[in-house]
C-alpha cells in the first residue's frame, strides 16, 4: 500500500521535473527566434539596398513606380557622426571625472548623492531628455539644431560612462594605489599616472558602449533634431540622423524609401552590434544596467 | 586652546593637501560629478517649469480626463496613461516568465559550452536599436500577427468578448505593441534574474539535494525562493523601461489618443504622444500639455526603478532575498 503510495508520488514529481525542465529549455528556444528572425530580416533588407551610390549620395525626389533613386543616406551619416561626436566630446570628460570621483572617493555623502542621480538618469526615459532639450534650445531658439539633439544624447551618454569607469576603477587594486602612495606619490598623481593607466581599456569600452547607445536613440533626436533631406554640416540646424531617417522613410508610402529604410536600419544595427560585440570579446564587461 | 590646536592642525592638512594638489583634484572631480546632479536638476526644473501653463489650467483633472483635442485645446492624459500602462504590463506578462525560465535554464541546465554564445545572444537583444525593432514590427511582424492571430481572434472570441473585438483595420493596436515592448525588455529580465540566482549559495541546492529533491524541486524550493525579491526587481526594471520606450510603441501602437476597450485597437502612449505631437505644436497650451505628460512620466518610471534598484541591491548586498 504505501509503497504504491510512495510509488506513484515519486512518478508524479519525475514527471513535473521533466515537464519543467523541457519548459526552460522551450522558452529559451522562443526568446532566441525573434533575435535570430530580426537579425536575419535586417541583414537579408539591409544588404540588398546597400551600393555605392546609398553610401555617397543624399536624398533624392521620387515618384510612385521607380525601383531606384540612385539617392543615398550620406546626409543621414554625416549628421550621425557630427551629432554623435560632438556629444561624445562632451559627455566624455564628465562622465569619466565622475566616475574617478566615485570610485575614488566613495563613502560619502556626495558620493552616495551623485550615485543615486546617476542611477536615476541611467533610468530617465530618453524622450524626457528630448523633451528638455527642446524646451531649454528649441523652444527659446525657434529653430530645431543638431546641437539641441547632442545636448539630448550627453545626458544619456554621461551615466553610462560613469558606472563604467567607476566599476572598473573599482578592478585596479588597491595594492597599486598603495606602492604609489608609499613612493611619496600624491593621491592626484597617483589616480592619473597609476590608477587611470592600468583601467584605460575599461573606460573605453565604457565610451564606446555610450557610442552605440547614443547613436541608436532616435526618440529624443525627433522632437529636437527634425530631419532634413539635404546634406548639412551646420550643427545649429536641422540635421538628419540614421535611426531618424529610417522611422521616417519607414512611414513613406514609397516602396524605395522603405527599402532604404532598411538600408540605414541595416548600418545601425553593424555598428551598435559591432561595437557591443567587440567589447565582450575583448573585455568581458558587460554594459552597466 | 582647544579650538586653537584643532584650526592649527586643520589648517596644516589643508595646506599639504594643497600643496600637493590633492584638494584641488578633488574638487575638481567633484564639479563633474556635481554636474550629473545639475543634469538631473535641470530636467526636473524644466519640465516642471515648461508645464506651469498646463498644470495651472487642468490641474489634476489633467490625469482624469480623456479628451485629447489639440484643436479645441482640451487636454486629458487618461488615455496616454493608459496606454502606457497597459501596453507595458502585456509586455510584461509575456517577458517576466519567459525571461526567469531563460535565466534559470543559462544558471542550472545549459552545457557550459553553450552557455556563453546563447547568453551573449539574449543580452544582445537588448542592444539592438528600439527603431529597428519598430521596422520589423510594421514590416514583418504586424501582417504576420493581423492574418493570423488578430482577425482569426476577433472573429471567434472577440464576438463575445470585448477585449478581443474588431475590427482589425490596418493591424496595429496595443496588443502588438505590447508583444514588441516583450521581445525589447526580455534582455533585461533575463539577465538579472540571472546575475541574482547566480548569487544563490551552493549549500542551499546541496540541502535539498541530500534531501532526495528532484532538479526542478531544487530549483523550485531554493533558488527561487531565495533570489526572489532580486527576480522581482528585475521584473520592475523591464517594466520601467517598457513605460518609457518611444519608438517602437510610437511605430506600431497607431498613435490614437482614445481609450477602447478592445486590445486590437489602435492607442497611444505617453512617450509616443510626445514624440508624435511635440515637434508640430503649434499652441503655448498645446506644448505645455505635453511637457506636462512628460513630467508624469518621467514620476512613474521613477517609482518603477525605485522599487527595482531597492528589490536587487537587496539580493545582492545582504545575499538575502525575502
Not at chain 1, 88 to 95: D, E, Q, S, T, V
Request: proline share 5%; hydrophobic share 55%.
Amino acid at each position: 500500500m504505501a509503497q504504491a503510495f510512495v510509488g506513484r508520488r515519486y512518478r508524479r514529481r519525475v514527471l513535473v521535473n521533466r515537464l519543467m525542465l523541457v519548459l526552460t529549455v522551450l522558452a529559451t528556444v522562443i526568446s532566441l527566434v525573434p533575435l535570430v528572425l530580426i537579425i536575419f530580416y535586417v541583414a537579408q533588407q539591409g544588404i540588398g539596398s546597400l551600393s555605392i551610390d546609398f553610401l555617397t549620395h543624399t536624398f533624392r525626389p521620387i515618384s510612385f513606380g521607380t525601383t531606384s533613386t540612385g539617392g543615398g543616406v550620406l546626409h543621414a551619416i554625416v549628421g550621425t557622426v557630427i551629432i554623435v561626436g560632438f556629444s561624445l566630446l562632451l559627455a566624455a570628460p564628465i562622465g569619466i571625472m565622475a566616475g574617478i570621483y566615485l570610485a575614488e572617493y566613495p563613502g560619502n555623502t556626495a558620493s552616495t548623492a551623485i550615485r543615486f542621480c546617476v542611477d536615476v538618469l541611467s533610468a530617465m526615459p530618453s524622450i524626457v531628455v528630448g523633451v528638455t532639450a527642446y524646451v531649454l534650445i528649441v523652444q527659446r531658439v525657434k529653430s530645431f539644431s543638431g546641437f539641441a539633439g547632442s545636448v539630448a544624447l550627453i545626458v544619456l551618454m554621461v551615466p553610462i560612462i560613469t558606472r563604467t569607469t567607476e566599476e572598473i576603477l573599482r578592478l585596479v587594486p588597491q595594492t597599486s594605489r598603495e606602492a604609489a602612495i608609499a613612493l611619496g606619490a600624491p593621491k592626484w598623481r597617483t589616480t592619473l599616472t597609476i590608477v587611470l593607466p592600468m583601467a584605460l581599456s575599461g573606460i573605453a569600452t565604457g565610451v564606446l558602449l555610450a557610442f552605440a547607445r547614443a547613436a541608436g536613440e532616435t526618440a529624443p533626436l525627433l522632437v529636437t533634431v527634425l530631419g532634413n533631406n539635404n546634406l548639412t554640416y551646420d550643427l545649429f540646424g536641422p540635421m538628419q540622423a540614421l535611426p531618424l531617417l529610417a522611422y521616417r522613410y519607414t512611414e513613406q508610402p514609397y516602396k524605395v524609401l522603405n527599402q532604404q529604410a532598411w538600408g540605414a536600419a541595416f548600418l545601425l544595427v553593424v555598428i551598435v552590434l559591432g561595437i557591443n560585440i567587440l567589447v565582450r570579446i575583448f573585455t568581458r564587461t558587460r554594459s552597466p544596467r | 586652546m582647544r579650538t586653537e590646536i584643532q584650526t592649527v592642525s586643520l589648517r596644516s592638512r589643508l595646506g599639504r593637501q594643497l600643496q600637493h594638489g590633492d584638494l584641488i583634484f578633488r574638487i575638481v572631480a567633484l564639479l563633474f560629478a556635481v554636474l550629473v546632479v545639475v543634469l538631473l536638476g535641470a530636467i526636473i526644473a524644466v519640465t516642471w517649469h515648461g508645464s506651469a501653463d498646463a498644470r495651472h489650467a487642468f490641474g489634476w483633472r489633467f490625469l482624469t480626463t480623456s479628451v485629447w483635442n489639440p484643436v479645441n485645446g482640451q487636454f486629458g492624459a487618461l488615455p496616454a496613461i493608459y496606454g502606457t500602462i497597459v501596453s507595458s504590463i502585456i509586455a510584461l506578462l509575456f517577458a517576466a516568465p519567459l525571461g526567469v525560465m531563460i535565466a534559470i535554464f543559462l544558471n542550472a541546465l545549459c552545457p557550459a559550452k553553450l552557455r556563453m554564445p546563447i547568453g551573449m545572444m539574449v543580452e544582445l537583444l537588448a542592444a539592438i536599436p528600439s527603431v529597428v525593432y519598430g521596422m520589423w514590427g510594421v514590416f514583418v511582424f504586424i501582417p504576420f500577427f493581423r492574418s493570423y492571430i488578430s482577425t482569426p481572434i476577433s472573429k471567434t472570441v472577440g464576438s463575445a468578448l470585448p477585449l478581443f473585438s474588431g475590427p482589425v483595420n490596418v493591424g496595429r493596436g496595443l496588443l502588438v505593441a505590447g508583444i514588441i515592448l516583450a521581445i525589447m525588455i526580455l534582455p533585461t529580465i533575463a539577465a538579472i534574474s540571472r546575475d541574482v540566482l547566480a548569487v544563490v549559495p551552493n549549500s542551499q541546492r546541496e540541502a535539498m539535494l541530500a534531501l532526495g529533491a528532484t532538479r526542478w524541486e531544487v530549483i523550485r524550493h531554493a533558488d527561487l525562493p531565495y533570489a526572489r525579491a532580486g527576480i522581482v526587481g528585475g521584473m520592475m526594471l523591464g517594466l520601467g523601461r517598457a513605460l518609457g520606450e518611444t519608438m517602437a510603441a510610437t511605430m506600431v501602437i497607431g498613435n490614437t489618443p482614445k481609450i477602447h476597450a478592445s486590445l486590437f485597437q489602435p492607442a497611444t502612449t505617453a512617450a509616443s504622444l510626445i514624440a508624435s505631437q511635440l515637434p508640430n505644436a503649434n499652441t503655448e497650451l498645446h506644448s505645455s500639455a505635453l511637457i506636462f505628460l512628460a513630467l508624469v512620466l518621467f514620476l512613474i518610471t521613477l517609482v518603477a526603478n525605485s522599487i527595482a534598484r531597492a528589490l536587487v541591491w537587496r539580493v545582492s548586498r545582504t545575499g538575502s532575498g525575502a
